[in-house]
């Protein structure tokens, strides 16, 4: 098993920055590729930003730019640098892992999932 926590939401106002992080343990040995995901009230959930195990990363086109996804493999902790935050980007922000997957975020399918941290941008 896997277990994934995310830290680091809040509130802020648009184009302001936030760090989001996710601290993973348990068997992660296998776990090839990483990634965010969220999910805003009465919208269905959509892939953010995904990693593979040698640093390829690949984002959801309405992000590109803006944020910025990244992994330390020595403290298996999965980040993303948010800035220039809209009040589209306001969500529930979920860290989510998925074992022996080489792909984009569009086609992740992850096995694991944290409990999301609620990201929350004002105009």
């Known amino acids: 098993q896997v277990q994934l926590v995310e830290s680091g939401g809040g509130s802020v106002q648009a184009g302001g920055s936030l760090r989001l992080s996710c601290a993973a343990s348990?068997?992660?040995?296998?776990?090839?590729?990483m990634g965010w995901f969220r999910q805003a009230p009465g919208k269905e959930r959509e892939g953010v930003a995904s990693?593979?195990?040698?640093?390829?990363?690949t984002y959801v086109d309405s992000v590109k730019g803006r944020f910025t996804i990244s992994r330390d493999n020595a403290k298996n902790t999965l980040y993303l640098q948010m800035d220039s935050l809209k009040p589209e980007d306001s969500a529930m922000y979920y860290c989510?892992?998925?074992?022996?997957?080489?792909?984009?975020?569009?086609?992740?399918?992850?096995?694991?999932w944290g409990q999301g941290t609620q990201v929350t941008v004002s105009v």
């Open positions: 989510a892992a998925q074992r022996w997957f080489v792909g984009t975020i569009a086609t992740m399918r992850p096995g694991y």
């Open positions: 348990g068997n992660t040995r296998s776990i090839t590729s």
């Open positions: 990693i593979d195990s040698v640093g390829s990363t």
